[in-house]
């Protein structure tokens, strides 16, 4: 999983009708039709996208953090399950995010 991948697939889903963005079905309709993934490789791009909306909604409804530092911390935590189902835990993301965002690079 790369930034460039979370980085298309997100702007793709950006597309979609606000009555779509959260039905399963229509995200992997459009990733599908729009990238050149395996279906392994989009149920996980997906995977990571709804994981980092969810965790924004909770953690930064103001979506004030670098969508970057926020990518780039999705693809390397680990998803687990949570009490808003699949997503990040929420300390271990936000921890690493951080980190990101003081990188010199």
Same mark, same amino acid.
């Not at 791009?45 to 709804?50: H, P, S, T, V």
């Not at 409804?61 to 835990?89: K, W, Y």
């Given at each position: 999983?790369? /930034? +460039?991948?979370?980085?298309?697939?997100?702007?793709?889903?950006?597309?979609?009708?606000?009555? @779509?963005?959260?039905? *399963?079905?229509?995200? $992997?309709? +459009? &990733? $599908?039709?729009? &990238?050149?993934?395996?279906?392994?490789?989009? !149920?996980?791009?997906?995977? $990571?996208? =709804? +994981?980092?909306?969810?965790?924004? !909604? =909770?953690?930064?409804?103001?979506? /004030?953090? *670098?969508?970057?530092? =926020?990518?780039?911390?999705? %693809? &390397?935590?680990? =998803?687990?399950?949570?009490?808003?189902?699949?997503? @990040?835990?929420?300390? %271990? @993301?936000?921890e690493l995010v951080d980190f990101i965002a003081e990188l010199p690079?």
């Amino acid at each position: 999983m790369t /930034v +460039a991948q979370l980085t298309a697939a997100r702007q793709i889903l950006g597309y979609l009708a606000e009555e @779509f963005r959260w039905d *399963s079905v229509a995200r $992997r309709v +459009a &990733l $599908r039709a729009n &990238l050149d993934e395996s279906d392994i490789a989009i !149920d996980a791009i997906d995977a $990571r996208l =709804l +994981a980092v909306r969810k965790w924004e !909604d =909770l953690h930064d409804p103001d979506r /004030v953090l *670098s969508q970057m530092h =926020l990518m780039e911390a999705a %693809t &390397l935590t680990p =998803l687990v399950e949570t009490d808003h189902g699949i997503g @990040f835990r929420d300390t %271990t @993301f936000r921890e690493l995010v951080d980190f990101i965002a003081e990188l010199p690079w």
